[in-house]
């Protein structure tokens, strides 16, 4: 097999997860995200997402809560008996407005960058 027509696995399949610095209470919060949207998060997200001048706008609640939930991993939030609190739809639902908002501004920022924005854009509608 020629090696120049080689391409490493992880530069093809979204395997991994990275993390992501939120402030909550004045403390910056590493919360863990996948790298990178599969293609299993863009088919289900289509629903909620519009398509702006060939980019995929993420602006209504409903997609970024659908994404929130496809792409959050971990975060290292303790409910009032010292457990961990699970990342499921729930949770995010209830999560402050401004957290869910900074949260959800360092996915876009960090995970979905432009390229990925414009590669979602055939699968939606306008």
Do not use: C
């Amino acid at each position: 097999m020629n090696n120049a027509n080689v391409v490493r696995y992880e530069d093809v399949f979204a395997v991994g997860t990275k993390s992501v610095t939120i402030t909550v209470a004045g403390k910056p919060v590493e919360v863990t995200v996948k790298d990178g949207l599969r293609l299993k998060d863009m088919q289900a997200i289509t629903k909620y997402v519009k398509v702006h001048n060939g980019k995929a706008d993420f602006e209504a609640m409903d997609s970024v809560i659908e994404i929130m939930k496809r792409v959050v991993v971990a975060w290292p939030f303790l409910d009032s008996a010292g457990k961990p609190v699970p990342v499921n739809d729930v949770t995010i639902g209830n999560l402050r407005g401004p957290i869910a908002l900074q949260l959800f501004d360092a996915i876009e920022k960090d995970i979905f960058p432009s390229d990925e924005k414009e590669a979602i854009a055939p699968f939606v509608g306008n």
